[in-house]
């Protein structure tokens, strides 16, 4: 099962909107609304943002979002904030009791 | 607060076997959830491994379901790893977390909480 495409960087300037995006197959993405987005920040444990396309568990800040059409999902960080950069990975079930990340985005407040 | 940590050698030798174990700490493993374990190449994203529900029932990710066994010991409260025929392509920071699914049908929810990730290198 390859690997979710995520694009390596997204950059914004703070109070900025940002859309980062997740896209895989019509076995996986868009297969299921099992998507989950993470941050992680270097030598920290990463952090679950979204699950399930686009709850929020609780204490997430609710500029974080999520979203899907077809195979794509997207996390929009809305009125980016500097403590925002970090590393972000999606997640999908991909059926067949299988689970496939993405390859992850580098997100940069200029 | 659930916490959890991995434990195990941080060095293993080439063609060996590595062995990790996850230690959960304020919250019964057998009172349900999905297990997993993700590891981390350096530089690299974030790769599934496997989960386990509190039965045993495993997953695993295909490319490494010949080499892959998690298990779970409800009465110590942890579940293991083992990754057999290592290779420098295993080394990799790996985690332990709990995914928030709780049904009898694997449906990931997310992992909501991780352990803070062990460095484990494959080199002779």
């Known amino acids: 099962q390859s690997a979710l495409t995520q694009p390596p960087s997204a950059s914004g300037s703070p109070g900025q909107p940002v859309t980062i995006s997740c896209t895989g197959t019509?076995?996986?993405?868009?297969?299921?609304?099992?998507v989950s987005w993470y941050q992680h920040h270097p030598g920290k444990v990463p952090k679950l943002m979204i699950y399930?396309?686009?709850k929020r568990p609780s204490g997430v800040p609710d500029r974080f979002s999520g979203s899907k059409s077809g195979n794509t999902a997207s996390l929009t960080v809305s009125g980016l904030q500097a403590e925002d950069e970090a590393d972000y990975y999606c997640s999908s079930y991909a059926g067949n009791n299988n689970l496939v990340f993405g390859g992850g985005t580098k997100l940069t407040v200029l | 607060q659930v916490q959890l940590q991995e434990s195990g050698p941080g060095l293993v030798k080439p063609s060996e076997t590595l062995s990790l174990t996850c230690t959960v700490s304020d919250y019964s493993i057998s009172s349900g959830y999905y297990w997993g374990w993700i590891r981390q190449p350096p530089g690299k994203g974030l790769e599934w491994i496997g989960s386990i529900y509190r039965s045993g029932t495993t997953f695993y990710k295909p490319s490494l379901k010949s080499r892959v066994t998690i298990s779970v010991d409800t009465s110590k409260n942890h579940f293991s790893l083992t990754l057999s025929s290592v290779t420098a392509a295993d080394t990799a920071v790996y985690y332990c977390a709990r995914d928030q699914d709780s049904g009898t049908s694997y449906r990931p929810k997310g992992f909501d909480y991780w352990g803070q990730g062990t460095l484990v290198t494959v080199s002779s």
């Open positions: 399930e396309v686009s």
């Open positions: 019509s076995s996986d993405v868009g297969g299921y609304n099992y």
